[in-house]
């Protein structure tokens, strides 16, 4: 039923790439991650080191493949808790009565109010930096959205003849959320679920350039733009590696998502904090 | 004399999947002189929208004129650039579409809207351009012409809306004004006044009209020529007295076979209602229905039912008609227990069926069932067709998977459906199949009633004729109860034995089928059956039904006195202004809610 067309082929290829990354790029790494291997720091492109070396002369390439892992792993769990949960929870609010949907309603509302980055700066700094945190804080930060865009279509689905009729035939509630329901709402969210995986990338690639994200030797793509920054000036490869890294990997996202999605309903852009 | 529009050997495609072009129009020829009204007439998908665009110059995303001429004067539409199409569209050639309600800005004023092509086209001053629309009001009988133009377009009906939006299009003196099913969504009483203005309209200022319809009573009344379509190419084309008169073609033969009003039910043998006594399968009393917040009493704010009674026996075909918003949608989900009844009870083989469905057993759910009047949204888009009618086998009957698809098999047969038809989406099934299937969910429940709601509205005439000839069969075939709610009395009288005619959410006449022929019943009654188009010329001219136009909204609007009161051309001041009106049975056995059969008796 879904075929992928046009520019969903280079999306599809761009997604795989980093996925072969993320999967295999620690064996397949030259050099430690923390190993400071090259003679000079900000060393140019070619030679020994294919993206030269990095502000300590650790191999980027290397630090590279390593860190991938952190951002496709981190944001692809953390995007899909949040879409799951946030889709869950809406299709239970709306088959539920009045007075649940306005209070899980309006409980998002409250969790939306609260500026993601700020919240997750205040908890890294209480509990200290760990893996399962900054996937907890970024799935709890994009999961109100997601909530808002699948409540919305459940809403509407809701009205259609079609779960009357089920209604009307005496389906349970489940029944008709998940069969009548579920199934028409799955392109959007779709959709909606690569724009949230955009947003933990940056999330978390902002966390990481704070210094709050994952802790070295070990980096993310994140983290190894901020550790770079002072190549800045000089246009290091070891700056420019990493943010095309978080780019390539975004944009494959969205254009292979998009072409998925094509085939349902256009979501809207949520309004983004 | 020379054609005002004429057009030859039209094309316009589409490009397929694998770029290749399809022709949706092919080769069609027509043209039309000065103060003519030319009918375009066909099916849905026969492209006669796409030749109406066409002659603005305009071609649907996906769609691309590749053929042919269409000369406006002396004006070929299809050469024209960009720049010269944005002085031509709405200036030299105008449009009407189906929906005036979705074509009007809910947020400016109708004066505004109507004016503002002129004035955008720089045609004539803000007062100039008022002064103008306000005589174009008069003319097309709209009331208060004066001030009708400072309303919000929710603020005026249906009918008149439609009108409005024929007022904007008659702004800029149009050589060409193209109708594109304008009287489709109205009800037969309105559509009679619509298309009564619109025909006067064309008299008088002379211009020349192409009518896009798929109803041909209704092209019989309005067109000097008709064009027949079908897939895209012209099937006959002719002065509307010789297509009328002598079809040449077999699709115009069967368009109007469709449209002729035939009786496919037998009354029931009285035999067998003398085996059966009393005891109606369905019984409605004082049932009492509405939205908004409940009074003291329990009752809703806005009332849609008001104490509706009703029986139905096993194995017969009762009939809902009445207009949009007069509560017949209402009623059926009330049967259904998907709005509950505020007051009164459903009864269902003498048993009272709880007013909410939650609270009804599986098994009473099961012998009531309702089908939808679109069957686009009625099936889910998702499922397959042995999905929906398989949901319904397990969950009622508890059938395995192999059980199910024998009785798929045949309910799939009972529709008239090929077998091979199981495994595909709902989604990628015509119109008329996607109504089969929803008939046949209904059926897979085994049900002692099934409720239709339109079923036939959202379908051409040919396709809704197909489908009025399977209720009947089906009928006939099983002991299954209808109740068929629908618009259009000729549907209603072509399948059902009695008939109830509903006003404002009351029952104001109820009988015999055989008695709503045109015989002197309720003043409504007689108004809905005089307003259906009859497949002949001059019918609109003859025809005597009339209405008090507009709502005469000085009349007390008290509750209990006739709802009917303000359009109705009999009413008696004194009498029918004063006290509510009795139910009396007339000679013909109909209950009549009306003052009217009292003193003529």
């Not at chain 1, 879904?2 to 996925?19: A, D, E, F, K, N």
């Not at chain 2, 017969?316 to 009623?331: P, Y």
Request: proline share 4%.
């Amino acid at each position: 039923m879904t075929r992928i067309q046009g520019s969903g082929w280079v999306g599809l290829l761009l997604v795989l790439m980093w996925l072969l990354v993320a999967l295999f790029g620690p064996m397949l790494a030259h050099y430690e991650v923390g190993a400071i291997v090259a003679p000079d720091v900000f060393e140019r492109m070619g030679g020994a080191h294919f993206l030269g070396s990095d502000y300590l002369g650790r191999d980027v390439l290397s630090r590279l493949m390593n860190g991938a892992r952190f951002t496709v792993g981190l944001s692809f769990g953390a995007a899909l808790l949040a879409s799951a949960s946030g889709a869950s929870l809406a299709l239970f609010s709306a088959i539920s009565g009045r007075w649940i949907d306005e209070t899980v309603s309006r409980l998002m509302d409250a969790l939306i109010s609260i500026p993601g980055k700020i919240l997750a700066l205040v908890i890294v700094a209480a509990f200290g930096s760990s893996m399962l945190l900054l996937l907890l804080i970024a799935a709890i930060s994009y999961m109100p959205g997601a909530f808002r865009i699948a409540r919305s279509l459940a809403v509407n689905l809701n009205q259609m003849d079609y779960v009357q009729v089920a209604r009307a035939r005496g389906e349970g509630r489940v029944h008709i959320a998940i069969f009548e329901i579920l199934p028409n709402m799955i392109h959007p969210l779709l959709a909606d679920f690569g724009l949230r995986f955009v947003f933990v990338v940056l999330l978390l690639s902002g966390l990481s350039f704070l210094g709050l994200g994952v802790q070295p030797p070990d980096a993310d793509l994140g983290s190894l733009v901020r550790e770079n920054i002072s190549g800045l000036s000089e246009a290091a490869p070891a700056i420019i590696a990493p943010a095309m890294a978080i780019a390539t990997l975004t944009i494959g996202v969205n254009l292979l998502i998009d072409s998925l999605a094509s085939g349902g309903r256009s979501v809207t852009d949520e309004a983004q904090r | 004399m020379s054609a005002v529009l004429q057009v030859n050997g039209l094309e316009v495609s589409v490009r397929g999947e694998r770029g290749e072009r399809i022709k949706i129009v092919d080769n069609v020829s027509f043209a039309a002189s000065k103060g003519e009204v030319l009918a375009l007439i066909g099916e849905s998908g026969s492209g006669k929208t796409t030749i109406a665009l066409a002659l603005m110059g305009y071609a649907r995303r996906g769609c691309t004129v590749s053929g042919g001429e269409i000369l406006i004067g002396d004006t070929d539409v299809l050469a024209l650039s960009r720049a010269e199409l944005f002085g031509f569209r709405g200036n030299r050639v105008s449009y009407v579409s189906q929906s005036a309600a979705a074509a009007f800005n809910p947020s400016k004023t109708i004066m505004d809207q109507v004016i503002e092509s002129a004035v955008l086209h720089r045609l004539s001053s803000k007062t100039e351009a008022r002064a103008k629309a306000i005589k174009i009001f008069e003319s097309l009988a709209l009331p208060n012409p004066e001030t009708i133009g400072n309303q919000y377009p929710h603020q005026v009906s249906g009918g008149q809306l439609q009108r409005l939006m024929a007022a904007m299009a008659l702004m800029s003196d149009p050589e060409v004004l193209v109708l594109d099913e304008p009287t489709t969504a109205l009800d037969v009483t309105t559509q009679i006044e619509v298309l009564r203005s619109f025909k006067k309209v064309v008299a008088d200022s002379g211009i020349t009209a192409v009518y896009v319809s798929h109803d041909l009573s209704v092209v019989a009344q309005m067109a000097d020529q008709i064009v027949v379509l079908k897939n895209g190419t012209v099937r006959e084309a002719g002065a509307t007295m010789q297509v009328l008169d002598a079809p040449s073609d077999e699709y115009t033969r069967s368009l109007m076979a469709a449209a002729k009003s035939i009786v496919r039910v037998q009354p029931q043998s009285l035999d067998a209602s003398d085996v059966s006594p009393a005891k109606p399968l369905l019984e409605l009393r004082g049932v009492t229905a509405g939205f908004g917040k409940t009074d003291r009493d329990g009752m809703p704010r806005f009332r849609v039912l008001h104490a509706v009674e009703l029986s139905l026996e096993r194995g017969s075909t009762l009939g809902i008609i009445g207009e949009s918003g007069c509560g017949k949608s209402t009623l059926a989900r009330t049967i259904a227990g998907l709005h509950p009844a505020a007051a009164g009870s459903v009864c269902l083989d003498g048993e009272t069926l709880a007013p909410h469905l939650s609270r009804r057993t599986r098994e009473q759910l099961r012998r009531v069932q309702i089908v939808f009047q679109n069957a686009d949204t009625a099936l889910n888009p998702a499922q397959t067709v042995e999905q929906v009618l398989g949901r319904p086998l397990a969950f009622y009957h508890g059938l395995s998977a192999d059980a199910a698809r024998k009785r798929i098999a045949r309910l799939l047969e009972q529709v008239k459906l090929p077998a091979n038809i199981a495994p595909r989406r709902c989604a990628e099934l015509s119109g008329g199949q996607k109504q089969r299937i929803n008939l046949a969910r209904a059926l897979a429940a085994d049900p002692d009633i099934i409720l239709c709601d339109e079923v036939t509205s959202a379908l051409d005439t040919v396709v809704g004729a197909a489908i009025l000839d399977l209720i009947a069969e089906l009928r006939r075939e099983l002991d299954v109860a209808f109740v068929f709610i629908s618009h259009d009395i000729s549907a209603v009288r072509s399948v059902c034995d009695d008939i109830l005619v509903l006003y404002a959410g009351r029952t104001v006449e109820i009988g015999k089928r055989d008695n709503f022929t045109g015989g002197p019943g309720h003043p409504y009654t007689d108004l809905l059956i005089s307003s259906v188009p009859e497949l002949r010329q001059g019918w609109l001219e003859e025809t005597h039904a009339k209405t008090v136009a507009e709502p005469n909204s000085s009349l007390p609007g008290n509750g209990d006195l006739c709802a009917f009161l303000d359009r109705c051309p009999v009413r008696q001041v004194g009498t029918c202004d004063k006290t509510p009106p009795p139910r009396l049975t007339h000679g013909n056995g109909n209950e009549v809610l009306c003052h009217l059969g009292q003193t003529k008796a």
